[in-house]
């Protein structure tokens, strides 16, 4: 309306002008954001004055935008930022050229590159967005934003995104490619550094969908893409794939894990010896352009069918999806996957096949379960060729994995008991028995294979203990968990005379005559085994005791704390320091070309200790009991009266090597302060306590 801009100048100008210069910040950018939404300021009804002029007040607000890009606090900077950007955008014939290549110069080569603030950074990226919109600015825009590939591996996350929003928007114009601005090398390097299923790494996985996973082409075009993505890239190839369930329809997605599977089982007859090239990019490139199909790249198309039906296994389950359910379930057969497995002879490959089939149902391949079964009960023993190569912590996770999709806890656990429960069985053998195990080579009638099978059987369990898929469904299977609980309470009287060794305490009548066989037979259990038998206990019970909500001083609590008070801090406190060596290991040590074998520091042998280890850990379990109220505050109490008496001895070589427990322990303990307020707890001189403990 006629005499609007006018009236609007005449408002803003005693005051606007003013605030864009006071010393406050808050001030200026509300200023700032006032006057990006008054722009144009301007007497529409001064006819005097020429627009060419210098001091011409639009020339001025020009001016002042670029003081605002200047200005030296950052939620200033990001107001100029977007206001220039909003001006140029609607306004970009008024702008004159030479205006909006500085302010444009100013923002790609000194605010996107702002070390002290990346907010601005990324403002400039959302603005460009903004600039963008207008047709007229792309050809400018367009030379300029090469420089700011770099800024695609920001160690800020929101300026990493910021800028894969631009590339987006970029995708689907016609004046400017993409990949023109970030190298494809970039983005898929980019990508192998995001965390998975990430909201960058999914617009990565966006942007670069048309290039390598062409869903509107033929399958053998798609297969080909995703081959030559493999590669270049192996692991970042599969990380791609795995999210394009994100940006592709359903049913494609499905048809694309049929057509990896076909080219395996097609293909496998036809690989090639990978030759021995020397180390270096022209052997990769020599490699990636030869187009062999090689063993690497069969694990990596494996690899790649495991990770796709992974990010889409919740949705092939929902039951409007059965029609690509069966189809893809008419292409991974029984015969398919025992082929596989038995082709791969690689530990990766094989690890891929056990992936695949973890989706597929049980009652689908029986043969291969039946497979799977087998190759779980032999890989107790990590020195047999029964555990086909997958009998590493890795290879047994998979297996575990696939046997609880496939219903099989109950069976598992069955089984680790049993070789958990080995040395135990093994210590009270008949001595002759013994001696016929140690020297038999053969199987499980080893000696080194039950001990083998036992620490198996302790690392898978707490595999599952730190599965959050599997941990649930393992804390269900009452009987077998019973099971598994009394062969490692077994252990305790084992553990209690090994402590006893070592700390030169006077033995125990009761806890010897308990077990007598196991205790004098103490080469069965290496203090690793003793201490991952403990470990795992003692977070058993704290898994059962959250099982049941409301539970507080459950009784398996209450005797791990009177082991504690009763058996383990008072070998502690008797011990006079001297670190007692077993006596097979020594002998064993010094078998070796006669020599005496080099003293260990006295920081590596507390390391080693395994009473220093058992009480470190214990105050970790009691530390998370409390937090997690389990106890009473009598228990609490007994428990500080404990470690108090133990930091009253101010023993330095235990107090060294518990106190990042002891740390946290106290700190569970101060937050129960109220709780112990109804008793009367032990008194000290802070000063003088502290001082002397750290001293």
């Not at 036992?454 to 898978?460: E, P, Y």
């Not at 235990?654 to 129960?672: F, K």
Request: glycine letters at 6%; aromatic letters at 8%; proline letters at 5%.
């Amino acid at each position: 309306h006629k005499g609007v801009d006018s009236m609007l100048l005449r408002l803003y100008q005693p005051i606007l002008w003013r605030s864009l210069k006071v010393a406050n910040p808050t001030v200026r950018r509300n200023a700032a954001a006032l006057f990006v939404d008054a722009f144009p300021l301007e007497d529409s009804e001064d006819t005097t004055r020429s627009r060419t002029q210098e001091d011409s007040p639009l020339q001025a607000q020009f001016n002042v935008l670029i003081d605002l890009l200047g200005d030296p606090s950052p939620v200033v900077r990001v107001v100029g930022v977007q206001g220039v950007c909003q001006i140029m955008g609607r306004f970009w014939e008024m702008v004159p050229l030479a205006i909006s290549r500085v302010l444009l110069t100013r923002l790609i080569n000194e605010l996107a590159r702002d070390k002290s603030a990346p907010h601005v950074r990324a403002a400039v990226f959302d603005g460009l967005r903004f600039v963008l919109d207008n047709p007229l600015s792309q050809p400018t825009v367009k030379v300029l934003l090469p420089s700011l590939a770099t800024l695609a591996h920001d160690n800020s996350g929101r300026v990493r995104g910021a800028c894969l929003d631009l590339l987006l928007q970029i995708k689907d114009m016609s004046a400017i490619r993409f990949f023109d601005v970030v190298p494809v090398d970039q983005l898929l390097a980019r990508l192998g550094e995001e965390a998975q299923n990430s909201d960058l790494a999914i617009k990565i996985t966006t942007l670069l969908l048309d290039s390598y996973f062409a869903f509107n082409e033929r399958g053998s075009e798609m297969v080909t893409r995703a081959l030559s993505l493999l590669r270049k890239n192996a692991a970042v190839g599969q990380k791609f794939f795995s999210h394009v369930h994100h940006a592709a329809p359903f049913p494609v997605v499905c048809k694309f894990v049929g057509f990896l599977f076909k080219f395996l089982v097609k293909y496998k007859g036809r690989v090639e010896e990978e030759d021995a090239q020397p180390e270096g990019e022209q052997a990769q490139e020599d490699d990636q352009d030869s187009g062999k199909i090689t063993v690497s790249l069969m694990e990596a198309v494996a690899g790649t069918i495991a990770r796709v039906w992974d990010s889409i296994n919740h949705q092939i389950t929902q039951p409007e999806q059965e029609t690509c359910r069966e189809a893809l379930l008419q292409i991974v057969t029984d015969t398919t996957l025992c082929d596989l497995y038995d082709w791969f002879h690689t530990r990766e490959g094989k690890l891929c096949i056990l992936a695949i089939s973890s989706y597929v149902p049980p009652d689908h391949i029986p043969d291969f379960r039946e497979a799977v079964c087998s190759v779980f009960e032999a890989s107790g023993d990590s020195h047999e060729e029964g555990a086909s190569g997958v009998a590493d912590a890795g290879g047994m996770q998979a297996l575990l994995e696939c046997l609880y999709r496939w219903d099989e806890a109950d069976k598992v656990l069955a089984t680790l008991a049993e070789w958990i429960s080995g040395p135990l069985a093994l210590a009270s053998a008949h001595p002759r028995e013994r001696e016929k195990r140690k020297r038999t080579n053969v199987g499980g009638d080893s000696e080194a294979s039950v001990i083998a099978r036992a620490v198996m059987g302790l690392h898978s369990f707490s595999h599952l203990l730190a599965s959050p898929s599997m941990r649930p469904t393992t804390l269900q299977q009452l009987e077998s968990i019973a099971h598994i609980v009394g062969a490692l309470a077994r252990y305790m009287p084992v553990i209690q005379s090994r402590v006893e060794m070592l700390t030169g305490t006077e033995q125990d009548e009761d806890s010897s005559q308990s077990t007598p066989e196991v205790v004098e037979n103490m080469s069965c259990f290496s203090d690793d085994l003793l201490f991952v038998a403990y470990s795992i206990y003692a977070k058993l019970i704290v898994h059962i005791t959250g099982a049941n909500p409301g539970s507080v001083d459950a009784d398996a609590i209450v005797n791990l704390v009177d082991w504690i008070a009763g058996g383990l801090t008072p070998a502690l406190t008797n011990w006079d320091g001297k670190y007692r060596a077993d006596t097979t290991d020594t002998k064993k040590r010094r078998g070796k070309a006669g020599k005496e074998p080099e003293e260990e520091s006295e920081e590596n042998r507390a390391e080693k200790f395994l009473p220093l280890r058992l009480l470190h850990f214990s105050t970790l379990v009691m530390t998370d009991c409390i937090a997690l109220r389990f106890c009473s505050p009598t228990l609490i109490l007994r428990i500080y009266t404990i470690f108090d008496q133990l930091l009253a001895t101010q023993r330095w070589r235990v107090l060294l090597r518990i106190m990042p427990g002891v740390s946290r322990l106290l700190y569970s303990l101060y937050e129960q302060q109220p709780a112990l307020s109804q008793f009367e707890l032990p008194q000290h001189d802070d000063e003088e306590y502290f001082g002397t403990l750290f001293s």
